[in-house]
């Protein structure tokens, strides 16, 4: 007969450890994924803008950004800090945007990056495409309601060559500096006041009166929008 002495309970001291360590990684977790879910917010209007400049439509735009913001939780230790947040995510935006159209390429053939990918064989780097959208009126009358005019100036910007529209989107929507222009887009302050010149100087050609006045209310970035791209990325996030 064993004695009561002999019988011994598991010792619970360190299972209690174990569950400690794993709440405490948990709730680790959920503090790094708030505090990026502020960042997220924070960037998501001009990151949106930069990945719809970069690759020309608004549903690619979200998956190039929610990609992105995956790809930059997932490395955030190789953030240094040097640059800031924002140019950081600019980055991986515009490298994820380059895989994006090289898949796009490969698919089919369409538009790619003038750095990356060779010039367009027809050199048209001074005129709109407008290959996947109707021809707009040169002229438009001043008494078009602000939605019609806005929608109008987005058509217009969206048929702009990518290096035009990617500098045109940061610098005259955004409100960007030349300088910080610059390092988005990784070329040179030269390259980004000569483009954005002919970026205004098409689009006037194109619109008349009606560029004027409503360049900072195109591809607003409204609330809905955001929530879903947060939420989006919160849900791969936590599933990996």
Not at 47 to 76: K, P, T
Not at 87 to 112: F, M, Y
Not at 137 to 150: N, T
Not at 177 to 188: C, K, Q, W
Request: hydrophobic share 45%; aromatic share 6%.
């Amino acid at each position: 007969m064993l004695s009561a002495m002999s019988v011994q309970a598991p010792a619970a001291q360190p299972v209690a450890a174990d569950l400690a360590v794993s709440a405490s990684a948990d709730a680790a977790q959920q503090d790094g994924l708030r505090a990026f879910e502020a960042e997220m917010r924070r960037h998501n209007q001009r990151l949106f803008r930069l990945a719809f400049a970069l690759v020309g439509d608004e549903a690619e735009a979200e998956d190039v950004l929610q990609d992105s913001y995956v790809r930059a939780y997932e490395h955030l230790a190789t953030f240094a800090g040097r640059s800031g947040i924002g140019l950081w995510l600019a980055r991986i935006v515009r490298n994820q945007a380059i895989d994006h159209l090289r898949v796009r390429q490969a698919r089919q053939a369409a538009i790619a990056l003038e750095a990356e990918l060779p010039p367009r064989p027809d050199g048209a780097d001074g005129y709109l495409e407008r290959a996947a959208a109707p021809s707009l009126q040169a002229s438009v009358e001043l008494d078009r309601s602000r939605e019609e005019v806005r929608a109008m100036l987005q058509q217009a910007i969206a048929m702009l060559a990518p290096h035009f529209r990617a500098v045109f989107m940061l610098r005259e929507v955004e409100g960007m500096s030349v300088e910080d222009t610059a390092a988005y887009l990784g070329i040179p302050v030269a390259t980004v006041k000569s483009r954005d010149h002919r970026a205004r100087i098409l689009l006037k050609q194109e619109l008349g009166p009606a560029f004027e006045g409503h360049v900072g209310d195109v591809f607003e970035f409204q609330r809905e929008r955001c929530d879903r791209i947060v939420a989006r990325v919160r849900d791969l996030l936590t599933a990996s």
